[in-house]
């Protein structure tokens, strides 16, 4: 995922070349030469690639150049810090990369920072079709919590946010329909990430959208019960939470704040994605009907959430005393074990192209095969 992390190269160079009076573009190869910014973008790729820390003073480091470079630069000392010790998490509570970044989106930007900030999501685009198309599964699966981490660290700007989060969120989501064991298998960053629903707008979004993968997927499919029952206790855990807090959102909501109001419309999106989920789930996994009835009674009974959310919960109470229509709805459409699709459930992905209609059987006559499969000229007069 280097390439959403390719605008905040471009202001560490940027910001290098500042210090050092000198631009790497329409510069002379002498001049170049004498610019430490090749230096130590070429350290960069190196501690990238080898996998050491800076500093560290181990073999990986061929020279104490880097070191002495990038001490000189804290943006850089950042930068040049292993990924797999969390290079997402840390750089964003870098005060030094924070100021700068701050710096970059606040003032004018350069050509070259716009033309990164274009080019991301169009590299994205390409590095998602050749990942689900070409790439192995383990690296995929290795590839997700990547993106979780990066999902809510990217450069801040605006329009930038939006198309790399919603590529990120495209293919992560690519990712666990193309093999839903992942979401048991990466079982314990996804309830991380429902841990920090609330930290910052991105991760609530974030959370919902896992939520979503939960319930579409059944927490990984009947040969993972025991993820899909931890897997529910956290969404148990999330909705009872949001339940509690629901009572000061209201009464906050009720002043008149757009803020409050932004933060409860923001509540009760995620609460009609986790009521779903845990409907789902326990269509799919029968053994937890009994906690979804007393969860989503609790909600229906509750009436101190956004009317869409305890509304939800009482026709997922509804369907349940149905358990066929319910499976129909709420259950998977497809069978994991043959890849087929169910008789009597419903494949949503196809909406746009088929409706679903109860026709008596008279009308069909005598057409052969199972009572589904017809099309509109058995039923229809022909013009």
Known sequence: ??????PVLVVALEKV???SGSSLVGSSIASIQKSSAPEMLLALMDEAYTGSTIGDGGADSESEDSSTMAVADPFFLELLKDENDGLAERHWASPAVAVALQ????TSMSDRLKQALRMTPRLLD???????REVNESLICALVPLLMARYSNLFPEKLFLYEVQKRILELMLAGFNRSPSFIALLKKPIVDRLGEAYDS???TELALQLCWAIGEHGGG?????DAARELFESLELLLYENLSSSRVRLRESALG???????KSSQSRLLCFVVTA?????TYHRELLPRARVSLTKVARSRISDARVWKRARDYLGLMNEPAICLSILGPCESPSKGMQKLGTVNWSEGGTKMISHLPFYLLGAQEGPPHDFSFMDVLPGS
């Open 103 to 106: 710096a970059a989106v606040s």
């Open 17 to 19: 070349e500042k210090s």
């Open 257 to 263: 704040s757009d803020s409050a109001k932004s933060r």
């Open 201 to 203: 707008p991105s991760k």
């Open 126 to 132: 390409m590095y998602t079709a050749i990942a689900i």
């Open 221 to 225: 499919g009947e040969a993972h019960k």
């Open 1 to 6: 995922m280097a390439f959403s992390f390719l």
């Open 278 to 282: 845990i409907a789902k789930l326990a």
